[in-house]
């Protein structure tokens, strides 16, 4: 089982929907989750920086994070043409041990029709 | 240009030649990482540097590849006798410190081995 698990997609929707994207992680160690978006052929850029279980919530984008389900959400609201884009999920432990490792997923990849 | 600068943006060589990368992290910045990131494998860990130390470099794939960073700031990967499976975009990150900071990644580069 990979630590930490995200769907390919494609996800394709229409301007203006809701968009959901998740992983799920086997690792209960893992305390600090990440969203970074990464457009073709550019480096990630961090979206989301949240500790242990929660909401947090930045204009259109909301993480939420379900450390008992050991599940995390990306919530991106009135998506627009300019959100589509490759979603990585990222996760790193707590403090003490190699807490600067990010472990990723895979990622999604996003694509918001006109 | 505040960012993580990386260079060359693309790379193409023969097998069997060495390479070097280059990564130029955020100013002030006393953490740096090199992530690789492949298909079908996503985004790997594979060395950190804390100034210019680098206490874990458990993510290079072999001892093919090495790395340093002079001066705390810029710092270069390098790959000798290079095998078709090296080929791969090469990111570099930085953050403010070692631990749970926010990394922030340059926009890579991309490697082929012919």
């Known amino acids: 089982q990979k630590e930490v698990e995200q769907d390919p997609g494609p996800l394709s929707v229409p301007e203006g929907a809701i968009v959901s994207l998740n992983c799920t992680y086997s690792?209960?160690?893992?305390?600090?989750f990440m969203w970074y978006r990464q457009y073709s052929r550019k480096g990630p850029e961090l979206l989301m920086y949240?500790?242990?279980?929660g909401n947090k919530e930045d204009g259109r984008f909301t993480a939420q994070v379900d450390k008992s389900s050991k599940y995390i959400s990306l919530f991106i609201r009135d998506s627009q043409p300019s959100d589509s884009a490759t979603y990585l999920c990222a996760m790193s432990l707590g403090q003490g041990g190699s807490n600067y490792k990010l472990t990723f997923g895979k990622g999604t990849l996003l694509t918001v029709n006109p | 240009g505040a960012g993580v600068s990386q260079s060359p943006s693309n790379k193409v060589t023969e097998k069997g030649k060495d390479v070097e990368l280059r990564c130029d992290p955020i100013s002030g910045h006393t953490a740096l990482y090199w992530y690789r990131q492949s298909l079908g494998q996503g985004l790997e860990f594979l060395i950190y540097?804390?100034?210019?130390?680098?206490?874990?470099k458990s993510g290079l794939p072999s001892d093919r590849f090495s790395a340093e960073r002079t001066g705390g700031s810029v710092s270069t990967l390098t790959i000798q006798r290079t095998q078709q499976e090296d080929s791969a975009v090469y990111l570099c990150?930085?953050?403010?410190?070692?631990?749970?900071?926010?990394?922030?990644f340059g926009d890579g580069t991309r490697l082929s081995i012919l």
């Open positions: 690792n209960s160690a893992f305390q600090y």
């Open positions: 990150a930085s953050s403010r410190q070692g631990g749970n900071q926010p990394q922030h």
């Open positions: 540097f804390q100034g210019n130390s680098a206490p874990d």
């Open positions: 949240t500790y242990s279980s």
